[in-house]
């Protein structure tokens, strides 16, 4: 996997280590891009319950990253309107800004795009962007296997999305 872009924004001392131009994300970005906006959604939501957790040991008590991800989730079926879920994420994104651990920044990032992406489709790859950017920040050395199996844990996940878009379920009308 090619890792040049990481090692060069890690020298550089960037607090994002990945991007949308990141080689080792090209293959989950096309598809991403290429896939259904409800898969997309599935895929973006219910990798946010993952960082989501995580967040937990850096705020303990706090449930505004669970309370993102279900009210995004809400959004994406109609059932409650777009300034309610935008409320949450934008709460979520300040979260980031109340704390210097650069994981937890990173990681309270990766469930703000991920809610995002109710909203629109291209937030969907911050999940990836910020989550393995967190990756790399608890890693230092010898992070590249983890962010390996985390990309390869991503393209897995979309393909089941992909899968579960088509099946009926309840979706918000700018959605069907």
């Not at 709460?91 to 909203?119: I, M, N, W, Y």
């Not at 969907?124 to 590249?144: D, S």
């Amino acid at each position: 996997m090619d890792f040049s872009g990481v090692y060069e924004r890690y020298r550089k001392n960037r607090l994002i280590l990945f991007g949308r131009d990141s080689a080792c994300l090209a293959a989950l970005g096309s598809r991403l891009s290429s896939c259904s906006r409800r898969a997309a959604v599935l895929w973006a939501l219910g990798g946010a319950v993952r960082p989501a957790r995580a967040l937990a040991a850096y705020f303990p008590g706090d449930d505004r990253f669970d309370e993102a991800v279900a009210l995004s989730r809400l959004w994406a079926e109609g059932e409650v309107k777009m300034p309610a879920a935008r409320h949450a994420i934008l709460c979520v994104h300040s979260a980031a800004k109340e704390t210097f651990d650069p994981v937890a920044r990173a990681l309270c990032h990766a469930v703000g795009q991920a809610c995002s992406c109710v909203h629109a489709q291209r937030h969907a790859l911050g999940l990836a962007v910020y989550e393995l950017t967190a990756i790399v920040r608890l890693h230092p050395e010898g992070w590249e296997d983890a962010v390996a199996v985390a990309i390869d844990g991503y393209l897995d996940m979309l393909s089941r999305a992909e899968g579960a878009a088509l099946l009926p379920r309840r979706w918000a009308d700018f959605l069907k």
